[in-house]
């Protein structure tokens, strides 16, 4: 069993700037493929980035690319994602996830993660 917990949500201007954190429970967090995914009200749940166990492989939504940077430290088993240049439709309910059946495939959809956090939210204004 993995917990994981989100912070660092809150309200920001557009074009300003959040930065996410993931804590995990479990030490054996940097063997996971990590995700971040956000749901907006009437939207489903959808892929923001990924980082594979090492850190080395990253991917990330179209929507996301040149803004969002993830990554991790596997000695606070603590993941991050860095939000710059935000836009009123990055608001969301933003969530880490674990896929602990791989360390360096990420995959973009949801099912294929296994441990979630409770979300944290990201409200973008004008």
């Known amino acids: 069993q993995v917990e994981l917990v989100e912070s660092g949500g809150g309200l920001v201007q557009a074009g300003g700037s959040l930065r996410l954190s993931c804590a995990a429970s479990r030490r054996t967090f940097g063997s996971y493929v990590m995700g971040w995914f956000r749901q907006a009200p009437g939207k489903e749940r959808e892929f923001v980035a990924g980082?594979?166990?090492?850190?080395?492989?990253?991917d990330y939504a179209d929507s996301v690319k040149g803004r969002f940077t993830i990554s991790r430290d596997n000695a606070k088993n603590t993941m991050y994602l860095q939000m710059n240049s935000l836009k009123l439709e990055d608001t969301a309910v933003y969530y880490c996830?674990?896929?602990?059946?791989?360390?360096?495939?990420?995959?973009?959809?949801?099912?294929?993660?296994?441990?979630w956090g409770q979300g944290t939210q990201v409200t973008v204004s004008s």
């Open positions: 980082i594979s166990g090492s850190g080395g492989s990253t």
């Open positions: 996830a674990a896929d602990s059946d791989s360390s360096w495939l990420i995959v973009t959809t949801q099912y294929e993660y296994d441990y």
